[in-house]
């Protein structure tokens, strides 16, 4: 499945399976979503950072990315390259 648009994509379900597969807690608010369709990339921005933010990678096949804030240590963003392979990965889609 090709991710066209944003309508495609359950984030609750997204968010639940990312959780499982990984055992990462993340945020039920999300402020700022962003789909880039014709490079796969899907960016969830849950909180601002204070200052600076800090990206490591999430334990998944696709290039999943999740952002802290360096300081408090809160998740503030996650990014997923080919999000369509995280999708099968995750066996949503």
């Given amino acids: 499945m090709v991710v066209e ?4 994509i359950d984030l609750r379900v997204l968010i639940d399976s990312l959780e499982r597969k990984t055992g990462v807690k993340l945020p039920r608010k999300v402020i700022e979503v962003y789909l880039d369709d014709e490079r796969d990339l899907l960016f969830i921005r849950f909180k601002e950072p204070k200052k600076v933010e ?3 990678p999430l334990s998944t096949e696709a290039v999943a990315t ?3 804030d360096e ?4 998740v503030t963003a996650l990014e997923i390259i080919e999000v369509s392979e995280l ?3 995750l066996k949503i889609y």
Wanted: glycine fraction near 6%.
């Fill in 71 to 74: 300081d408090t240590k809160e």
């Fill in 5 to 8: 648009s944003l309508l495609q």
């Fill in 87 to 89: 999708l099968k990965e």
């Fill in 66 to 68: 999740l952002f802290t």
């Fill in 54 to 56: 800090v990206g490591e």
